[in-house]
């Protein structure tokens, strides 16, 4: 079963505009989320992570939201540009017998488009 | 400072084999994980080792098998390849045993005939 959905295989938006991504999760006891791009022929890329003590975390142009009461998640990006355009999987990840783990579990990506 | 390298980029085996991937960490990185990405699975959590001792493991038959050196250096091997083993194998090296920024590697392409 799919823990961590990203309903939408693609996005397309125009350079300057936001790109809002979004993810949904089913396991409570996820409590920390992570956001990777990936370019083609390359591994995926650590962008922001949040954990499930807060809401918000910004890093310049990149802020991801958590609403865990939804179980939901989502990475703004703004303003965008042609060279954010790339897959973008949002990651959970659980402890393990208390104890904090490298494991992740993944979605299947969103492939974002910047029109110039 | 040298990213995660993973060898062979590329691969091409026959049902019925078995294949060998490498991945060599970060310098100084201690823990390292290994994923398959397939277009309908996406990325899936294949093994975690830290320090030699495998921490944890996806849900897998035990036709994949990990292990780590002392180096930290990590080899991953798939015995009996089926058709359905196709895909990228992806390594990502940490400093720490969680919540570490992972650093993944270029992958290996594994394509079973």
């Known amino acids: 079963d799919q823990q961590v959905k990203q309903n939408s295989p693609s996005l397309s938006v125009q350079e300057g505009r936001i790109s809002i991504l979004n993810c949904d999760y089913t396991n409570s006891m996820f409590d920390y989320f992570l956001w990777y791009k990936k370019y083609p022929a390359e591994g995926p890329t650590f962008l922001i992570s949040?954990?499930?003590?807060?809401d918000k975390n910004e890093d310049g142009r990149f802020t991801v939201f958590l609403n865990k009461s939804a179980k939901h998640l989502s990475l703004h990006i703004v303003p965008s540009q042609p060279g954010d355009s790339a897959v973008y999987f949002c990651a959970a990840s659980a402890k393990i017998n208390g104890g904090a783990t490298n494991k992740l579990i993944f979605g299947t990506g969103t492939l974002l488009a910047v029109q110039p | 400072k040298a990213g995660v390298t993973q060898t062979p980029r590329y691969l091409i085996k026959t049902r019925g084999q078995q294949v060998t991937l490498s991945c060599s960490p970060i310098s100084g990185h201690r823990s390292v994980s290994w994923y398959q990405q397939t277009p309908g699975q996406g990325l899936q959590f294949l093994f975690e080792?830290?320090?030699?001792?495998?921490?944890n493991k996806g849900n897998f038959p035990g036709r994949f098998s990990g292990r780590q050196f002392s180096n930290s250096r990590s080899e991953m091997n798939v015995s009996t390849l089926e058709l359905g083993d196709s895909a990228l194998y992806l390594c990502?090296?940490?400093?720490?045993?969680?919540?570490?920024?992972?650093?993944f590697g270029p992958g290996t392409r594994l394509l079973v005939l």
């Open positions: 990502a090296s940490s400093y720490g045993q969680g919540r570490e920024t992972q650093y």
């Open positions: 949040i954990s499930s003590i807060k």
């Open positions: 080792y830290f320090s030699e001792t495998q921490r």
